[in-house]
């Protein structure tokens, strides 16, 4: 049966469904999920009974249409329904964004949610894959992002934010500052599904400033914040030209009769999610501080209900996440088959306490046991991406190879309207070129929280320097000639001198060092998310949402938050 349950992981680029892994294990409830990142907290118990106690009605009769569901969110959250659209999950507004407004190009940082790759590609469309640099904590610069589509002549963009897998963090004005910059493009996409998650900014949402722009769609996800992945509903915000194209293409009833019931209810539960919010955020410092005391676990800073974490040298994600759910019925996200990423990685969802401490038992098992170093093996070449699509499949090599060549010439000249990045924020601030270590997007480490100094340890292998020995000794047997004009017989070692070998590419990280730019244990104990701007850093005036006292607003920040 663990055979059966493990299969259903090799067939694609996403994880398979609870349904499909509760079937396979057959053991009445599925594993206690760190994969599927929703808010756990969202709905309370007693709206799920009210739900269930009005199930036959919602699943016999028509729901309403799209625009009386869209037009009740609209009016929720304050904004005007003519710059709204709702889809059937936000993959379903990725998939029309695609083919209404994506005319040839798409530049989308990697790793990054597997829809912005696979779906362009699967319709012919050229991917310019940027890749973010595990050196720098996979943090997006976004000069060096602009710079990189000047040089493509990209006609799209795609800023996650904050990214999925690894949860970076845009502030808003340096995200403010990438749209106007790019204003010629055909179309820039801020996708903000898990922005209410964040607690880096007051107000970090775009929303408002999206709604002025002719080209820009800020997308965002219901399904995630309030913990429905199955209902399948989300929204795109835009100017009312730019969304009224993609809604005219929806079907009438694309949305369905548990999302309208959800959506009219909200309104008499916006102080329990705004809740649910808190202690999400609450649960993000506790889990990354428990986690920080495996040895050789790298956490990263993340502004998602997710932690990135970096497995110790000897571990292969594969095989963790087998053993986990195999073992210890605990679903984690390898990330092997994510492009920019490896099965070094895995995507864990921040779950209450509990939980918590049932998957660092299960990883000190798993990492640690006995049998580490049969179970837990490290593959020598990594584990190559598979979309589980052909059409993709056969387009990653074209596409993902140039978008990477270019990626690493980056930096020849300023993309006109970002030369000042470094005085605007984090988010914008001068980047070495591609593959060179730098400081994560942050004012510095927490107060208690140094970062560790340059360790002999760290020095990568020379695996060169074993070839050396043998053309030495040839040189005895070349000395043909008998006469007395033989060289001397230190002449052989009079050989031109030898340029010291390339550096060799860094190597594995050894256990209990982080990768340059990510956290350990003492760095990353009691805070993920990076500091505030600094105070010479006057943040976009925030615009707020009317009746704020009753709802979070756009980016889920109530009074309290």
Known sequence: MAGNVTSLFRSGAHSPSMAALTREGGEGAGPVDFCIPCNPYFPTP?????????????ITFYPSSA???????????QLPPQAVAMGNGSTELITWIDHLLVRESLAVPVPTFGRWTDQPMETGKRVDMFPLQESNGFALDLAQYAEF???RGTRAAVVCNPNNPDGGFLHKQAVVQFMDAMADLDLIVIDESFLEFADAEAEPSVVQEAMLRPNVIVLRSLGKNFGLH????GYMVANPSLAGKVRSMLPKWNLNAFAEYVVFMLKEHGAEYAQSLLQVRKDRLEMASQLSVLPGLT??????NFLFVRLPVGAEGTVVRDRMLTEHRILVRECGNKIGSSSRFLRLVVRPEVDVRRLVSALELVLYGSRRGAAVPELGNGTSYSSGTAAVDRLVSETNGAGLQLAQAVGAGPVPGLAAASAVGPGLAAAPAAGVGMPLPVAGPPAGMPMPAASPVMQPPQPMVAQMPAPMQMAAPMQMPAPMQAPPPQAPMQMPPQAPP???????????VPARGGLTAAQVRGMTAPPPP??????????????????PNAAGMGQTG
């Open 534 to 551: 600094p105070p010479e850093l006057a943040p976009a005036p925030a615009t707020g949402w009317p009746n704020a006292q009753s709802w």
């Open 67 to 77: 625009d009386t569901i869209t037009a009740e969110l609209c009016q929720l959250l």
């Open 149 to 151: 589509i000047r040089k």
């Open 502 to 512: 390339p550096p060799a590419p860094a190597g594995p990280t050894p256990t209990g």
């Open 46 to 58: 007693a709206m799920l009974e009210t739900m269930a106690s009005r199930l036959k009605d919602i």
């Open 299 to 304: 956490v990263y800073p993340s502004q998602g």
């Open 230 to 233: 199955g209902i399948r509903f």
